[in-house]
Every structure is written in structure tokens, then in C-alpha cells.
């Protein structure tokens, strides 16, 4: 006699491998929501991004750092990942351009003060313009 799933169809093999996945992974992961919340908290990211561009106002990376992990962290598990992903993706490019350690070692505090809950407000300059 041989294997005993020698015998079951592919389709039967896929079946049972999603009905283990889920037990392992159980009822409340919510994983079909990762890629959505992924892509809100890459635009998140992107927004303070573009208004740290706008408001060109010395000083305020850091807070704008913050500020982008933290929304993009709101939004769930994918967001967190997303955050992580392009703040480290940032942080190895600016590095890797000539920035020093020390203000790498900085902003990335700040991406892990936001994305862990930290209010961004923590980093904000002195008279940034309300609107961010």
C-alpha cells in the first residue's frame, strides 16, 4: 500500500492545507486585510512625505518621520509593515548617500516612536504651521 495521499486529487491536498493554515493562524488574524491595510499605510507614509516637502520647515523630519509611522501603524498590522519596509528602505538609501550614523540612528527612533503609538507631537518644531 502506498502513500496514503498518493491518492487524494490536488484540489483535496490545497482544501485540507487552507483548512490547517486557518486553524494555525485561527479565526480572529484577519489576515485577508494585510494587503489593503499595506497599501493605506504606504499612501499614509507618502502624505507626510509630501508634507514634509510643503512645509520645507527646519527641523520637523523627525516629527514627519513620526508622524507617518504612527498613521500608517493605525492602520493595522499591514500598515506597520508598510512603515517599517519604506522607513528602512529610506534610512539604508540616506545612509548609504553620505548622512551620518547619528541622524540615521535619530530618524529611525522616531519611525519606531511612531509606528509603536507614540504621539508624533512628541518631535514637532516650534511654530509648525498647524495644518500638519
Do not use: C
Amino acid at each position: 500500500m502506498g502513500d496514503v495521499f498518493s491518492e487524494v486529487s490536488a484540489t483535496m491536498k490545497l482544501l485540507l492545507a487552507g483548512i490547517v493554515l486557518i486553524f494555525i493562524t485561527g479565526s480572529e488574524a484577519q489576515w485577508y486585510r494585510f494587503p489593503l491595510e499595506a497599501a493605506q499605510g504606504a499612501y499614509d507614509m507618502g502624505k507626510a512625505y509630501k508634507d514634509m516637502r510643503d512645509a520645507n520647515w527646519i527641523n520637523s523630519d523627525k516629527y514627519f518621520h513620526a508622524r507617518g509611522n504612527y498613521d500608517a501603524a493605525q492602520r493595522g498590522a499591514g500598515g506597520r509593515w508598510a512603515a517599517e519596509v519604506i522607513s528602512d528602505a529610506r534610512e539604508w538609501v540616506q545612509g548609504n548617500s553620505g548622512r551620518g550614523a547619528e541622524d540615521t540612528e535619530a530618524d529611525q527612533e522616531a519611525n519606531r516612536w511612531g509606528r509603536g503609538g507614540g504621539d508624533p507631537n512628541r518631535y514637532r518644531p516650534a511654530g509648525l504651521p498647524d495644518k500638519y
